[in-house]
Nanobody, 124 residues
């Protein structure tokens, strides 16, 4: 089992930055990748970014590429999402997730573990 705890959300203005953190504990050695997803009110949950642990590769959705950066702290078993140039359309509940099998990291169906999420609200 892997436990995930997110933090760092908040209310900011358009153009501001935020950094989300996700601390992983438990059987972290089994993790293949960790990702961030988000869900806005009335919308389906969507992929934001992912970090593949062994290859240390990253992938982003088109909507955040160039503005968001996902990174990992090996010592802390943590993943971060640095969000710059935030827009009102980035407003959503952000979830951290982990998967322990080699699979498409952009698809939420393959993720085994999820955090409770943290709210990000961007005002115009």
């Amino acid at each position: 089992q892997v436990q995930l705890v997110e933090s760092g959300g908040g209310v900011v203005q358009a153009g501001d930055s935020l950094r989300l953190s996700c601390a992983a504990s438990g059987s972290t050695v089994s993790i293949y990748a960790m990702g961030w997803f988000r869900q806005a009110p009335g919308k389906a949950r969507e992929f934001v970014a992912a970090f593949t642990w062994s290859a240390r590769s990253t992938i982003y959705s088109e909507s955040v590429r160039g503005r968001f950066t996902i990174s990992r702290d090996d010592a802390k078993n943590a993943v971060y999402l640095q969000m710059n140039s935030l827009k009102p359309e980035d407003t959503a509940h952000y979830y951290c997730a982990a998967l322990n099998t080699r699979a498409a990291v952009t698809s939420e169906q393959y993720y085994n573990y999820w955090g409770q999420g943290t709210q990000v609200t961007v005002s115009s």
